[in-house]
């Protein structure tokens, strides 16, 4: 993304490989630099955006929004996997549903015979749909894309159920500008619901109403309480939110205002808040000086040598 500023006159310039959007708040400016561009390079002008991506992009100038969806790009994956007309379910993943190794399959024959379903094929097509325009997908999606190497029935399974889900789901959107309010975010963990005892970490951010930012992933360590879990989550999401932060600033430098992070647990906000160490965050604390201790014991024990 490149952007140019000369008083009040702001172009925004986004690039993907060989496909690029202009915007700006002076259509006389936007005019020129499309000029000022085709006189070096040979470019195809095919007026206000619709599509990019494969994304749908709807403009409602009297309503004042922006939507963004995929529904021929999710009617494409249906076909392609012959779910077309399946029956369609509230929920990407049943509640309280458990996928774990044990259901891999074990014996060779079964082996080989699950690697004949489409499963990878299926993960990689809705991948694309969960990280473009489907936030209530991403988490479904990660879970089971951890089983691409052995997959089991109960996996190919769920993988289907995303499928009807987004069945009944094609002409959902992504739309800004119903609300009109700055950037906010709101992060969240499941605690070690799954069988590998790793939290999963999760975020999204909102500008005017429409989501800009999300992930669904699997923690890196094994926290030891609730607190820690979603401690951890809003690291990851304050992260997310400082880089954010830095593009709108760039972009809007007379726009100083912070970004509000949402989290529901009060143990962890304490901890995040104030200097002190919280109850429920001491076996983190306990972990790291204990590993300080044992790291200048073996120092010790080098010199002597």
């Known amino acids: 993304m ?14 993907h490989i060989d496909d690029c959007i202009i915007t700006g708040n002076s259509p006389a400016g936007i005019k020129d630099f499309k000029k000022q561009v ?3 390079y040979a470019i195809t002008d095919i007026g206000p955006i619709h ?21 021929l790009y999710a009617n494409t994956i249906l076909t392609c996997f012959n779910m077309v007309g399946a029956n369609a379910v509230k929920c990407p993943m049943a509640p309280g549903s458990i996928f774990s190794k044990d259901q891999c399959p074990t014996d060779a024959q079964e082996i080989a015979h699950m690697r004949k379903v489409p499963y990878r094929e299926a993960i990689g097509s809705l991948i694309y749909l969960a990280v473009a325009t489907r ?6 999606i990660t879970t089971l894309s951890q089983y691409l190497n052995n997959l089991g029935v109960s996996h190919w399974e769920g993988v289907k159920r995303i499928l009807r889900y987004v ?5 959902v959107k992504l739309t800004y500008g119903i609300e009109q309010h700055n950037l906010i975010g709101y992060t969240d963990a499941d605690g070690a619901s799954q069988p590998h005892r790793h ?46 932060r830095k593009i709108t600033a760039e972009l809007f430098p007379s726009d100083h205002e912070l970004i509000t992070l949402y989290s529901d647990n009060k143990a962890a906000q304490s901890l995040a808040i104030n200097e002190n160490y919280h109850a429920s965050g001491k076996p983190t604390f306990y972990f790291i000086m204990l590993f300080h201790a044992f790291s200048c014991f073996w120092c010790f024990l080098k010199e002597k040598k």
């Open 135 to 140: 936030p209530d997908i991403a988490f479904a």
């Open 199 to 244: 939290a999963i970490s999760g975020y999204a951010f909102l500008l005017d109403g429409g989501a800009i930012s999300w992930s669904s992933k699997k923690q890196s360590l094994v926290t030891a309480s609730t607190t820690e879990a979603e401690y951890v989550a809003a690291t990851n999401a304050a992260k997310e939110a400082f880089w954010l």
């Open 51 to 71: 599509w990019i991506l494969g994304i749908k992009v709807t403009r409602d100038c009297y309503a004042c929004t922006i939507s963004l969806s995929q529904d």
């Open 167 to 171: 069945c009944g789901t094609t002409t």
């Open 38 to 40: 085709h006189e070096r």
């Open 2 to 15: 490149f952007y140019t500023r000369s008083e009040e006159t702001l172009l925004i310039l986004a690039v």
